[in-house]
């Protein structure tokens, strides 16, 4: 397992940016697919994207509907970081978001990654 440290949560108005990075410890990072997801209040944790392991030919990376187009997920490997850029920010993209690690993309995706991150609060005002 890998320790998550996410930051870059705020208030944003409507239309604004943000980007969220989540720092991992351990020499294993880059082999780990990787993935955020958030939590709005009184609603069920859901997933927002996530990216795999660099291999020979790259990483492949996968979005929520809701966030496609608008979130991009990129990691860099040198400084154990993913992040998250997010764009034309939303009122109902407000929530908790968690970084999570798991060395399996289908157990990430399914909301079962072995580490998660303590979150960061993420509030776009209208």
């Known amino acids: 397992q890998v320790q998550l440290v996410e930051s870059g949560g705020g208030l944003v108005q409507a239309g604004g940016s943000l980007r969220l990075s989540c720092a991992a410890s351990?020499?294993?990072?880059?082999?780990?697919?990787m993935a955020w997801f958030r939590q709005a209040p009184g609603k069920e944790r859901e997933f927002v994207a996530a990216?795999?392991?660099?291999?020979?030919?790259?990483?492949?990376?996968y979005y929520a509907d809701s966030v496609k187009g608008r979130f991009t997920i990129s990691r860099d490997n040198a400084k154990n970081t993913v992040y998250l850029q997010m764009n034309s920010l939303k009122p109902e993209d407000t929530a908790v978001y968690y970084c999570?690690?798991?060395?399996?993309?289908?157990?990430?995706?399914?909301?079962?990654?072995?580490?998660w991150g303590q979150g960061t609060q993420v509030t776009v005002s209208s």
């Open positions: 351990g020499r294993t990072f880059s082999r780990y697919a």
């Open positions: 999570a690690a798991d060395a399996s993309l289908v157990v990430i995706r399914l909301g079962n990654a072995g580490s």
């Open positions: 990216i795999t392991a660099i291999t020979w030919n790259g990483s492949n990376s």
